[in-house]
């Protein structure tokens, strides 16, 4: 760019193959004086190098999508806001450093970088759009900033390299799906202060081995953690009191379960085909166990309920071949009396092992 250039209009650059470094923000070139426009250099193809100055607060819708051969980019300290498909299909990007500076990153800003290694997430930023990371494949490690406070829908869905991750402790909410399809994520960190961790957010997470879900978690969505198949162990902190549907279906390494002692009630499907897991406890707080919640659990030996049971639907523990031991507390020491109204006729259909239920 030469120094006689003062402003760049509105898709002035779209398409064009002559670039390959630039310079936005100085004392010489100045896009719209505080923000790059709307797709602004959209599928410049021999863009290689950009260096975004202080002088520039937003970048644009698509400002830079499908910009296939960029590969460093420098991201002034006073941007704000990276909009939506910001560098989308920048397929060459390695790394990308977000300046303490941006408070938002938004929907697909960074999705289809399919060569993007490692993220450092600054300290301003609060919010991570809807798929802003998406099928980032490569993506092997983020460390996120600590003012980080929702991470919204696929975010992080389908980064099949990203092996771990911290969340700081001031996300309250993990969206939907938001790291579903990470099938090479081993552990995950959840921060203090998480509060609700939604519907899908780890499905298919097939190599997470291990969570602890902390006290201020009070929502784990429907399939939160369906199908982490090598999920060996999970610890349910005291604030949850719904175990949701199919949240940790198909789990078929799980072996060890901690219930918290608040949690009421366990819906369908919530166990369904955790063929590994051998003995469970319920806290004295639990009241319902809904249709299939352990269907298919072949190596359950043994389940015990607190005195506050009250219905056990029909085929809760359908097919749990190995179960033996079937014991509920009593309300009182000396007494063999219990909060149980319903015992559906089929709730141990397929037992075989089972002969009797005991009130202790």
């Known amino acids: 760019m030469g120094q006689s250039q003062t402003t760049i209009s509105n898709n002035e650059l779209i398409d064009s193959n002559i670039l390959e470094s630039i310079i936005i923000g100085d004392e010489n070139v100045i896009i719209d004086t505080q923000s790059i426009c709307d797709h602004a250099f959209n599928s410049c193809i021999t863009l290689k190098k950009l260096k975004i100055n202080n002088g520039v607060e937003i970048i644009g819708v698509g400002a830079f999508e499908n910009c296939k051969y960029l590969e460093d980019v420098t991201i002034g300290s006073n941007v704000e806001l990276i909009n939506n498909y ?14 303490d500076s941006v408070h938002i990153i938004s929907s697909y800003a960074f999705s289809g970088c399919s060569s993007l290694e490692n993220i450092i997430i600054g300290e301003g930023v609060e919010i991570i759009g809807p798929s802003a990371f998406e099928n980032c494949t490569s993506l092997k490690s983020i460390k996120f900033g600590n003012s980080v406070r929702i991470i919204s829908d696929d975010a992080f869905a389908n980064c099949i ?14 969206y939907n799906r938001a790291f579903s399809g990470c099938t090479a994520l081993q552990s995950v960190i959840f921060g203090h202060n998480v509060e609700i961790i939604s519907k899908d957010a780890f499905l298919c ?13 009070n929502i784990i969505g429907s399939g939160a953690f369906k199908n982490c198949t ?4 999970i610890v349910i902190g005291s604030g949850i009191q719904i175990i949701d549907y199919d949240t940790f279906e198909n789990c078929k390494s799980l072996q060890h379960v901690t219930i918290g002692d608040n949690i009421k009630t366990i819906k369908e499907n919530a166990f369904n085909g955790c063929t590994s897991l051998q003995n469970i406890t319920f806290g004295p707080s639990i009241q319902m166990i809904h249709f299939c919640a352990f269907n298919g659990c072949i190596s359950l030996q043994s389940v015990t309920f607190g005195p506050n049971i ?17 014991k509920i507390t009593s309300t009182l020491s000396n007494v063999k009396t219990t909060n149980i109204q319903k015992i559906s006729p089929d709730a141990f259909y397929g037992c075989t092992s089972l002969q009797n239920i005991t009130i202790e």
Do not use: H
Request: proline share 2%; with cysteine; hydrophobic share 40%.
């Open 86 to 99: 910001a560098f989308r299909f920048c397929t060459s990007l390695k790394s990308i450093v977000i300046s």
């Open 161 to 174: 390299s990203l092996e771990s991750i911290i969340i700081g402790d001031n996300v309250q909410i993990i």
């Open 205 to 217: 997470c097939k190599s997470l081995q291990n969570v602890t879900i902390g006290p201020n978690v």
């Open 310 to 326: 009250q219905i056990i639907c029909d085929y809760a523990f359908k097919n749990c071949v190995s179960l033996s031991s079937v």
């Open 230 to 233: 090598s999920l060996q162990s």
